[in-house]
């Protein structure tokens, strides 16, 4: 079992920046690729991007690729999400979610989900 809690999110001006924490319990948190997905109200949950268990492997849904940055560290079983340039559009909550192996961009790939934070990007 992998325990999710985000962290991080707020309201920001667009052109602004937030970084997303995402902290993971549990025996081999650290042995699971993460990925962050969003959904706006209204819309399906979208991914946002993954990476792998060593970090060594990402990937960003076109939509966010040159504005937001993941990264992990497994020493303390977190993985971040550094969102500069900001847009209204990316305005939603974001989940970060956990599964076993190879990064997947379909969110039914994922085993474990925290309860999201709310991200607002005021124009």
């Known amino acids: 079992q992998v325990q999710l809690v985000e962290s991080g999110g707020g309201l920001v001006q667009a052109g602004g920046s937030l970084r997303l924490s995402c902290a993971a319990s549990g025996r081999t948190a650290s042995s699971y690729a993460m990925g962050w997905f969003r959904q706006a109200p209204g819309k399906e949950r979208e991914f946002v991007v993954g990476i792998s268990w060593s970090g060594g492997i990402t990937n960003y849904a076109d939509s966010v690729k040159g504005r937001f940055t993941i990264s992990r560290d497994n020493a303390k079983n977190t993985v971040y999400l550094q969102m500069n340039s900001l847009k209204p559009e990316d305005t939603a909550v974001y989940y970060c979610?956990?599964?076993?192996?190879?990064?997947?961009?379909?969110?039914?790939?994922?085993?474990?989900w925290g309860q999201g934070t709310q991200v607002t990007v005021s124009s």
């Open positions: 979610a956990a599964r076993l192996y190879t990064v997947a961009d379909s969110s039914g790939d994922y085993n474990y």
